[in-house]
């Protein structure tokens, strides 16, 4: 296993001794940053400055093999002695039944090395990197970090649960750092809820809580009922003045310039990387990202000396070396650096690549003394960006050995610009180890889920950017599917056609009614901000930390995108946020279901719609995922209540407001719903194995006010914080069943009018904007005295000859009915057409 205890410890006092300055005295000096605690905390910690707008500092650590180069033997063994103390303070009978979880990307190889020093414990860590057919058992964020989301994707979905009653199966949380406890806790407390045990044990390298923070333990453990120990290498505090953030940004800005680290000499161009073929043993995984058992742990010991061998024999007379890791993969590239210690005289160090942007400062007195940047190569869920490498250039190593795994060996890894040209021209030699990506073994459910495609994003796919939705539909821009209103209908009704078989011709707003639509944005984005913040505060304190927001398309997607914003904005939270169809009488799209459950758990899944009229959307999800749980138990059910931002028909519980107001995404189709159409099922366009359809109308960028709609309302969330949180506050205390109230009065309209039948009455506003839009209207019923918010109403139904009735008892402010002539053809309960009697 390498060296341990002791002589870790004595390999870490070696170090200290060549390098006498402490690494953290140039922060310190000029920030007024206190490190007070163990005496070998200086030994282990030095300091850097962040770019990152939420913290300051950044505590380097020399002994985690991250952005410091350090011998393996002791990055390794400060995790093994570790694993030690905590096997000790469990006893062997509990040791056995642990599970050790390491967070990403800092801690993986961490605590990987305290899994080691538990003997047999299996090891699972979070990880950045979704892996399409393996089903997320969790996740949570990172408060302070650049990158926040974690995703735990055991290829044993019993991996995290506890046994049965009477054995306990502690759960083993390992990170470099214990600061606030925040991301710890909010771990144990997400994962608690899910799978309850009666022990888990944190372990960090450095405790450094404050004092105000270190009573949080015993209330924390109170409050869930289990035991919580922690086990730290030392302890400290970090001592702040006042401003230190804006004391932070300033030195950066400061020192920007000099952040390039040294520049390659020489005109030559740099050598090829040597690659080494590592023989790598069948069915070890690469690290912990989907598990890792002491079975495993026993075929990897016994296949790294030859692995090392054959890293040395690529090396030639190299004497100085560096192994060098890639973000989240730093188990297996410390394991290949003990093994080249072993197998070589040569001076061996060892660190990683990261996503953290650190300021580097040439001076001894500094931990980050230089920095290599280079594009990402894994082609990463988030986008693009920048990684990289610190303490490598002007370090004096003669040979770099960068590993990866075989998903990150791309054409960017070897690009001009790319990690291995950047190592090339600071080291003579660089050698490239490829371990294979492990791919667990889907379930079958998990394999078929893996073969549909990936969501459609804009912009090649609506006008919305593409963080803010995936859409689960396929692309039918090219197809021809639109009828004049009236003609669509009499087509339903005669052929029996369903009304998703096509879509209307989209309306062309004139210029009176864009004028209206920005003067009701105005009005109403105060009162819109309210709602999402009010709505999406409900859904995190009742449904996170981390929800999958699925938004109905296309009503619910602008929301949906809002309650996105918001959860950033106020939270630091980048939530995952899907559109998908759902089709009145056919019900969801059960292929997007399977998707979603192969990706994420299903329990985390939070469906957002627009608005609620009479509830018949509600009640259609609510059957079609009992329908779709009945089929596919193997995907574990989904929650069906749905969020929205208006509830007047009083139809579900997750709600920002009851008030039947105008929400200006109401007003328009596709030019305030990123372009797209709504959803199309038709058997000769959507197969048994495809997403339903829809179009992108690329030809109405012009009118496209999709964007303007979000901003302005967005703009509008610091004014209203305080009310939100208030509302919220008041919300999550009060009885909110739903009354149904809407439904009992649209059986009455239907009854007074002579209409009976429920589906031609569109209650509220937003539904009677529909009528107006999309079907063949016959009267509107409007509430005496309603304001500004029919405006728009009134303007519609002026234009298409539509009479507005005003009505004093009115539980809406507004009743769309649609004309009796066409009765059930397109409106049916069933959406199918009835012939007329």
């Known amino acids: 296993m390498g060296e341990h205890g002791p002589a870790a410890d004595e390999h870490i006092r070696e170090e200290e001794a060549v390098d006498v300055e402490w690494s953290g005295n140039w922060v310190a000096g000029r920030l007024g940053v206190e490190l007070v605690g163990d005496g070998e905390l200086r030994e282990l910690l030095g300091l850097a400055l962040r770019r990152n707008p939420k913290r300051a500092h950044l505590l380097v650590s020399n002994v985690l093999g991250k952005h410091v180069p350090q011998r393996p033997s002791v990055v390794l063994g400060v995790g093994f002695e570790l694993g030690e103390r905590v096997r000790n303070l469990l006893g062997e009978a509990e040791s056995r039944r642990a599970v050790v979880l390491g967070y990403a990307e800092t801690a993986t190889g961490l605590g990987h090395a305290v899994a080691d020093g538990l003997g047999v414990a299996p090891y699972l860590h979070s990880t950045r990197r979704p892996v399409p057919g393996v089903a997320q058992a969790g996740g949570f964020e990172e408060a302070h970090s650049h990158a926040t989301s974690h995703l735990l994707l055991p290829e044993d979905p019993d991996l995290l649960k506890a046994p049965a009653e009477g054995s306990p199966s502690p759960l083993v949380l390992v990170d470099d750092e214990f600061s606030t406890g925040n991301t710890v806790l909010n771990t144990i407390r997400a994962l608690h809820a899910r799978y309850p045990r009666d022990r888990y044990v944190i372990v960090a390298l450095v405790d450094m809580r404050s004092e105000a923070d270190r009573g949080r333990l015993a ?174 250039a002007g370090a004096g190593f003669d040979a770099v050995v960068a590993v990866v795994d075989s998903t990150a060996d791309t054409p960017a890894l070897h690009a001009p610009d790319g990690l291995l040209a950047r190592l090339a021209g600071h080291t003579d030699r660089v050698v490239l180890a490829v371990v294979p990506s492990y791919v667990p073994s ?64 989209e309306y062309q707003p004139s210029p009176q009614y864009q004028e209206l639509f920005k003067a009701a944005l105005d009005t109403s984005a105060t009162r819109i901000a309210r709602a999402v913040g009010t709505v999406t505060e409900t859904v995190l304190a009742e449904r996170g930390p981390r929800p999958v927001l699925v938004s109905l398309a296309r009503a619910g997607t602008p929301v949906g995108i809002l309650m996105r914003r918001w959860a950033q904005h106020r939270h630091g939270l980048d939530l995952p946020h899907y559109a998908v169809s759902i089709v009145r009488g056919r019900g969801i799209d059960a292929n997007a279901l399977r998707w979603l459950a192969a990706r994420h758990d299903p329990a985390d899944v939070v469906f957002v719609d627009g608005w609620t009229g009479k509830g018949a959307i509600t009640r259609e999800l609510a059957a079609a995922l009992e329908e779709f749980a009945a089929a596919h138990p193997e995907c574990g059910p989904f929650d069906p209540e749905i969020a929205v931002l208006a509830d007047p028909g009083g139809c579900v519980r997750t709600y920002g407001t009851r008030e039947d107001f105008l929400i200006p995404s109401a007003c328009l189709n596709s030019t305030v719903s990123g372009l797209i159409s709504r959803t199309v099922l038709r058997s000769d366009l959507v197969g048994p194995h495809d997403f339903h359809g829809a179009k992108f109308y690329r030809e109405l960028a012009d009118t496209d006010v999709s964007g303007l709609f979000l901003d302005t309302v967005a703009a509008r969330f610091d004014e209203v914080a305080g009310a939100v949180d208030a509302e919220a506050k008041e919300l999550l205390a009060a009885d909110r069943a739903p009354t149904w109230e809407g439904w009992a009065a649209v059986e009455r309209i239907s009854e007074e009018y002579g209409i009976h039948d429920v589906n031609l009455v569109k209650p509220g506003v937003g539904e009677t904007t529909r009528v107006l839009l999309r079907r063949v209207p016959w009267k509107i019923l409007a509430k005496r005295g309603a304001g500004a918010d029919l405006d728009h109403v009134r303007l519609l139904a002026e234009q298409r000859g539509v009479p507005v009735e005003e009505v004093a008892e009115l539980p809406y402010t507004c009743v769309g009915l649609i004309h009796p002539k066409y009765t059930r053809g397109a409106t049916g309960a069933d959406g199918t057409a009835v012939t007329a009697k």
């Open 219 to 392: 209330e924390f453990a109170q409050e869930i009922g289990a035991r919580v120990d922690l086990v730290a290498r030392a302890r400290g505090t970090v001592r702040l003045p006042e401003g230190v953030l804006e004391k932070g940004r300033s030195l950066v800005a400061e020192h920007d310039a000099q952040d390039a680290g040294p520049v390659a000499s020489g005109s030559s161009a740099p050598r090829p990387p040597v690659r080494v073929v590592l023989d790598w043993p069948a069915g070890v995984p690469d690290g912990g990202r989907h598990g890792f058992t002491p079975v495993h742990r026993a075929a990897l010991e016994a296949a790294l000396p030859a692995m090392g061998a054959r890293i040395a024999d690529a090396l030639g007379e190299a004497r100085r070396v560096l192994v060098l890791g890639f973000e989240e993969l730093m188990y297996a590239p410390l394991r290949l650096a003990t093994a080249l210690e072993d197998a070589t005289t040569a001076e061996v160090r060892y660190s990683t690549t990261t996503r953290s942007p650190v300021l580097a400062v040439d001076d001894p007195g500094y931990a980050i003394r230089s920095r290599l940047v280079f594009p990402a190569h894994d082609d990463p869920a988030d986008g693009p960006g920048d990684r990289y490498a610190y303490n490598v």
């Open 442 to 505: 889907p379930t079958p459910h998990r394999q078929e889920a893996a073969m549909l495609p990936e969501p459609l994003r804009g912009p090649a796919f609506s006008s919305y950017a593409a963080e803010d939705v995936g859409w689960l539909l396929q692309d039918l821009s090219d197809t021809v599917l639109e009828a004049p209103t009236e003609e669509r209908e009499e087509a339903i009704q005669s052929g029996g056609a369903h009304y998703a078989e096509s879509l209307p011709v």
